[in-house]
């Protein structure tokens, strides 16, 4: 009986965690949808799923559109459209629009937001809109819990906790989820496929089940938005390490073990990723080549984003993707342009750098502790992944966004540098032996975070009917440093910092004396 009530007691404190991170984001995410600004993907968006949805319920499963927008002429596209016309994501968007009964029947005009058959007069009303992010924030909020377990089974609880409140009051994320954009979805099956992928190596053997699922989710990420490709190399490289970790040494026989898990695993994703696409199942050699058309006229007829290259490795746009994302530029200079043959001009307000005080010096001390780690060669795994993560999702952005302005495109990468800082967090706050002091530093990095990301409140949640475009200029590094209530959260943070170094090197000069 005493062993039982222990066990309950455990089982219940290991779900708290979790329960509470989901509903202090869902409700934080969802309060007042209908006073979000708009954005012309989403009203894009929202047509085409309302259009699907409305199909589906009328009985119409031969329309074409429910196979691909190319040849759907309830809808506006171009030739790229193809590319971006998920039919998960359709489901995602357009059955909370029917459920709460705002279905219109005619979506053509919804469909060609950004094109001059666009009529002003027949926008989507504000609980249209509303309707179409209801189960935005519930992504978002699982995400939160998701990335909460990725970060105690890389390293430990603590970490994982500091890790999911960090990711939960990121500026860009709390934004994307309330919104009707694809980010909410692909990052979210994304985190999903690396915990079930880090839990399949938990055991320390191969769990076939959980590795299956893993695909399974990269496969609905793919069909989400296609970016989901820079988490690859992490997801191979997981395998790989955790792979040949099993056995000591390590044998030819087992080498190839691991080299055919990795490529079953990208099967099964590739398999996920079909299976969501109706056409598939009705000509599945038709299904690809229909695929392999959409991506290349994305590629040709997109300027923003586009197929991997190198020359997306130039040094100016390496030290511009930093500035978006960890620190401003210092000084004022010209770089070439997104578009070809136009500039970019460089200062400490442009472009604005989604980031916050903490977020971005403890990224700093992250990665001390985690080159320190790597650099021993014991039991560092977990830390190796992540700096792989870090490194090729830095280059496979650059390879791969031709503007970074659209800092949607960054989210691969800008979620290795929360981890790492949650890592850098942790490392640093454990060395603090007063309980007390300890808490109460914890406390005010993360305050200081969350002020940085929800001080523009009033825009995400009291502006109905306004538009926002990217880059998204609220919950900056910037606007931090702007807004007297955050400089002053900014600047105790920082002092406290500065109190608690000073006095650990003092201790440490006293021990060396």
Known sequence: MKMSLVSCIGTKSRYTIPLVLF??????????????????????????????????????????????????????????????????????????????????????????????????HNAPTIQQMAAGRTLSPVFGALAVVVVFFIGKILFNRNT?????????????????????????????????????????????????????????SFGCAFTSKLLSVEFSILFASIILFYGLSQRRPVDKRHVLKTSLTIVAFFLIAILGFLLTEPGFYKNPIHQVIVIKSDMDNYNRDVWFIAYPTIQGLEPTRMLLLFHYTLFPSPIVHTIPGAYPNSTFNISWNSPQTNSSIPLTGFFFVGMVYIINKIRKFKDCIPESLVLIWFVSTFFTTLMIARDLSLERYMLPFLISIIVIASYGFWSFTRHIT??????????????????????????????????????????TFQESLANPFTLIVDTIFVIFFACIVLVWFKNKTKVAV
Not at 163 to 192: D, G, K, P
């Open 160 to 216: 994982g906790i500091i890790f999911s409140i960090l990711f939960m009051f990121y500026n860009l994320w709390a934004w994307y989820s309330r919104t009707i954009m694809t980010e909410v979805h692909y990052i979210f099956f994304s985190m999903l496929a690396l915990l079930l992928l880090l839990y399949s190596f938990r055991t320390g053997r191969l769990q076939i089940k959980y590795l299956v699922a893993s695909g399974i």
């Open 23 to 120: 509903l202090v984001s869902v409700l934080m995410y969802s309060y007042n949808l209908e006073g979000q600004p708009r954005h012309g993907d989403e009203i894009n968006y929202l047509g085409w799923a309302g259009n699907y949805i409305h199909l589906i319920n009328s009985g119409e499963l031969a329309n074409s559109c429910l196979i691909s927008i190319d040849n759907c002429n309830l809808l506006y596209h171009i030739p790229a459209h193809g590319a971006t016309y998920s039919p998960l994501r359709m489901i995602l968007i357009g059955v909370p629009l029917s459920l709460e009964h705002q279905d219109t029947g005619d979506y053509y005009d919804w469909s060609c937001y950004w094109f001059t058959c666009y009529n002003f």
């Open 434 to 475: 007063s309980k007390k002091i300890q808490i109460s530093f914890i406390a005010c990095a993360l305050f200081s975070h969350a002020t940085t990301s929800m001080s523009y409140w009033q825009k995400i949640y009291f502006s109905p009917g306004t538009f926002w475009t990217n880059p998204l200029p609220y919950g």
